[in-house]
């Protein structure tokens, strides 16, 4: 029995639809419960020293930043493999306002690497987390 008729028998994703779809669940995983790791180690990290959560967060961001190419990357293969010109109007709109958080919580991420206020990076840190996790869920949504 080859790859493609075992995964038919069992229900499974087949080959390449697995590869695609973990790929882009895996970089997910990074960017999102990198976030939320962040979250819970600064507080940690700020008895270490004042210069303790920017190495944090400079470590965090060589793992974030191509965890999100990824997703990039892979979502365009989803959409390819999806045919997406074929799929409902709702789903094409859950996909529209996917584009627009992922393009906010790339942009949120980036200012917050760049904000020089306590209020700054809070709020572009929060905007960050919180549009991201909207994402994940439009991620499943579209997914059925
Ligand atoms: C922060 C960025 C992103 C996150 C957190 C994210 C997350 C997810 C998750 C969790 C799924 C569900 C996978 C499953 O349950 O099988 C998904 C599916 C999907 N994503 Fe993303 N995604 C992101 C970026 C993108 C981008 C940039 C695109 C398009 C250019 C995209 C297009 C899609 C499509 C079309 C699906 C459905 C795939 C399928 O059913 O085969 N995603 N995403």
Same mark, same amino acid.
């Given at each position: 029995?080859?790859?493609?008729?075992?995964?038919?028998?069992?229900?499974?994703?087949?080959?390449?639809? =697995?590869?695609?779809?973990?790929?882009?669940?895996? *970089?997910?995983?990074?960017?999102?419960?990198?976030?939320?790791?962040?979250?819970?180690?600064?507080?940690?990290?700020?008895?270490?020293?004042?210069?303790?959560? %920017?190495?944090?967060?400079?470590?965090?961001? %060589?793992?974030?930043?191509?965890?999100? *190419?990824?997703?990039?990357?892979?979502?365009?293969?989803?959409?390819? =493999?999806?045919?997406?010109?074929?799929?409902?109007?709702?789903?094409?709109?859950?996909?529209?306002? %996917?584009?627009?958080?992922?393009?906010?919580?790339?942009?949120? *991420?980036?200012?917050?690497?760049?904000?020089?206020? %306590?209020?700054?990076?809070?709020?572009?840190?929060?905007?960050?987390?919180?549009?991201?996790?909207?994402?994940?869920?439009?991620?499943?949504?579209?997914?059925?």
């Amino acid at each position: 029995m080859d790859v493609q008729s075992f995964a038919a028998d069992l229900s499974l994703t087949p080959g390449l639809d =697995a590869l695609r779809l973990f790929l882009h669940v895996a *970089a997910a995983t990074i960017w999102v419960g990198g976030m939320f790791v962040m979250l819970g180690l600064v507080p940690t990290a700020r008895t270490l020293g004042p210069d303790a959560p %920017k190495a944090l967060a400079r470590a965090f961001a %060589k793992l974030s930043w191509p965890a999100f *190419a990824v997703l990039v990357l892979t979502g365009f293969w989803n959409l390819a =493999a999806l045919h997406a010109e074929s799929k409902s109007m709702s789903w094409n709109m859950v996909m529209g306002i %996917k584009y627009l958080l992922v393009i906010l919580t790339g942009l949120a *991420a980036w200012l917050h690497g760049r904000a020089s206020s %306590k209020a700054a990076m809070g709020a572009w840190g929060s905007i960050a987390g919180i549009s991201a996790v909207l994402a994940l869920l439009a991620g499943v949504l579209l997914a059925g």
